[in-house]
């Protein structure tokens, strides 16, 4: 796919989606700077990577931690001299319990991660891809963004805003030869969907995952979303009454997802 020899940042890369793209990146012939706070996943990473021919820098740190996030972007832009691509990836589900002790902190770490995080990372390196006239900025949103999905209030929003403001920002970097892209997954088997106690509709495999977003990348697609059943459903979805949606929501979610009532719906984590 021509990135050979690209400077490749990723946020969220010890685990999931993001390590399967560092890995698939790597094999190509990238050169990589990986976030996430768990060293050993990262470190163990970096190593397959270098064994399959790649090249692979690490970065430990918690993207909440704002001045320790700021001072991490600094270090890979300032090692790599310029990113050809940065994906904005790391993201969590948290878990709201109603009625709950705890729901204002997880909240808080919600949008800090998907929403504040994940727009510093773009915006942190927007500027320099702007100043150079090259770069794609990658986004990693979610289906859960089309509408306000059951048991997911919080991580729903952030990627509402996350999708829209991968939107706007189009407008702004592209008359500097800048392009950006949203990547919208379905079900994906991540560690994040294997705590997932709901049926989760054409669940795809991490491997399968990274390839398709790869070629989205690649062609530079404005917004992608996956598995292409999924995405016909959710624009049906987009678009129906309340009514509808509330039925579809409990078809899926059950019964208390909906109407209330606290269960088990409550301990998913959703797309
Ligand atoms: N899997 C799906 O079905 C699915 C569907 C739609 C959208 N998505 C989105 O895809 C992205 C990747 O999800 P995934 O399924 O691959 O999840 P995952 O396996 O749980 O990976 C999440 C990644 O984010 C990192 N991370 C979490 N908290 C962090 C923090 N505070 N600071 C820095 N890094 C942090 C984790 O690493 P550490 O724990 O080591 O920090 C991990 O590398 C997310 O944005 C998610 O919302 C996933």
């Not at 820098?57 to 001299?81: K, N, R, V, Y």
């Not at 790869?214 to 062609?219: G, H, L, M, Q």
Request: with cysteine; hydrophobic share 45%; proline share 4%.
């Amino acid at each position: 796919m021509g990135i050979k020899n690209n400077k490749i940042f990723i946020t969220g890369a010890s685990t999931g989606i993001g390590r399967q793209l560092a890995l698939d990146y790597g094999k190509a012939g990238a050169e990589l700077w990986l976030l996430a706070r768990s060293e050993t996943k990262l470190t163990d990473l970096a190593r397959e990577i270098q064994k399959a021919g790649g090249q692979a820098h690490i970065l430990i740190c918690d993207a909440t931690d704002e001045p320790a996030f700021l001072s991490a972007l600094g270090i890979a832009q300032e090692e790599s001299g310029g990113f050809d691509l940065v994906i904005a990836n790391a993201g969590w589900g948290g878990k709201m319990q109603y009625p709950g002790d705890k729901n204002i902190e997880v909240l808080n770490q919600v949008i800090d991660l998907n929403f504040r995080a994940a727009t510093q990372t773009l915006e942190y390196f927007a500027k320099f891809m702007v100043i150079a006239r090259h770069g794609h900025l990658v986004g990693v949103s979610s289906i859960a963004g089309f509408r306000g999905a059951p048991s997911a209030a919080v991580y729903s929003a952030t990627k509402a805003a996350l999708i829209t403001y991968l939107e706007s920002l189009r407008f702004s970097v592209r008359p500097f030869g800048i392009f950006v892209t949203d990547i919208r997954p379905g079900f994906v088997r991540t560690p994040m969907t294997d705590r997932n106690v709901v049926p989760m509709p054409f669940l795809m495999e991490v491997d399968k995952a990274s390839h398709k977003i790869r070629r989205a990348i690649a062609r530079k697609r404005k917004r992608f979303t996956f598995p292409w059943q999924m995405a016909v459903l959710l624009h049906l979805i987009k678009a129906a009454p309340d009514f509808l949606y509330d039925w579809i929501a409990g078809l899926t979610f059950g019964k208390q997802a909906v109407s209330g009532r606290t269960g088990k719906a409550e301990s998913n984590t959703p797309a």
